[in-house]
């Protein structure tokens, strides 16, 4: 048996769209619709209480577009939310979270810098992978950052300036591997780069999550069978501009 039925994906806005290329691009029979909630970003500076209700509401607006799993592409909504989910919807639920144990694993003799939201960097589930894998990690909340790609500024004078004023005390020489911690990251990799050693290598936990959805949709039987092309639908609590915005996103190369 096979199960024909889309893949729900969301974030608090267009930053999952760089988890729902990859997912796409590996699955690419699968049906999935996407949901941005760009009217209640940002999430990473709610209380988890918030983020947990909003992440409830999006999650029963994909359960009604009859989706057999969700996953969650914003690490600050996956720290939060992902086991209350996991316990409310009768679908698997799956999340992302930033890649510092594999971030550890790449790193040669310097350091980790694990860029966040302040929600993700503040969250129980972060202390946790900090004490399994943090030793040589340093944390970086990035407050603000995750607006630029809202705003479709990637590049430009103020995100070098934003960069600059981040890590001015980030030790950068010392930098082997930076985790980008949040969905939005991606899309500024190249602004970031300028700011880092050429050697740093950049990472994000879409991976896992690719590796988690596969297994789960084995487990279940879940693979889409028909043939076609997989189907895709962008929603967003924003609006038709963001919705023009996330497909800009994913043409992107």
Avoid: W
């Avoid at 589930?125 to 900090?130: E, H, P, Y």
């Avoid at 895709?232 to 994913?250: D, K, P, Y």
């Amino acid at each position: 048996m096979a199960d024909n039925r889309p893949i729900g994906v969301f974030d608090s806005g267009v930053g999952g769209i760089s988890v729902l290329r990859e997912l796409r691009r590996a699955l690419p029979h699968e049906h999935f619709v996407y949901f941005g909630d760009g009217a209640n970003a940002p999430y990473g500076v709610k209380t988890t209480e918030e983020v947990i209700a909003l992440s409830t509401k999006v999650a029963d607006f994909l359960l009604a577009k009859g989706v057999k799993a969700i996953v969650i592409a914003c690490n600050t909504a996956t720290a939060a939310s992902l086991h209350a989910l996991q316990a409310y919807c009768p679908v698997p639920v799956i999340g992302i979270e930033p890649a510092v144990a594999l971030a550890n694993t790449l790193r040669k003799e310097g350091k980790v810098l694990a860029m966040a939201t302040p929600g993700t960097i503040a969250s129980a589930r972060f202390a946790q992978i900090l004490k399994e894998h943090g030793e040589h990690c340093i944390p970086m909340p990035c407050p603000g950052l995750m607006e630029f790609v809202e705003r479709g500024e990637v590049e430009g004078d103020n995100i070098r300036r934003y960069f600059e004023n981040l890590l001015r005390d980030v030790p950068r020489d010392e930098i082997d591997v930076a985790v980008l911690g949040c969905t939005h990251y991606p899309f500024v990799k190249n602004a970031l780069s300028l700011h880092l050693p050429k050697e740093c290598r950049f990472i994000d936990g879409s991976m896992k999550t690719l590796a988690q959805l596969k297994e789960c949709l084995q487990e279940n039987n879940g693979f889409c069978d028909d043939g076609s092309e997989g189907a895709l639908e962008l929603h967003s609590s924003a609006g038709e501009t963001s919705i023009r915005h996330m497909q800009m996103l994913l043409e992107l190369p």
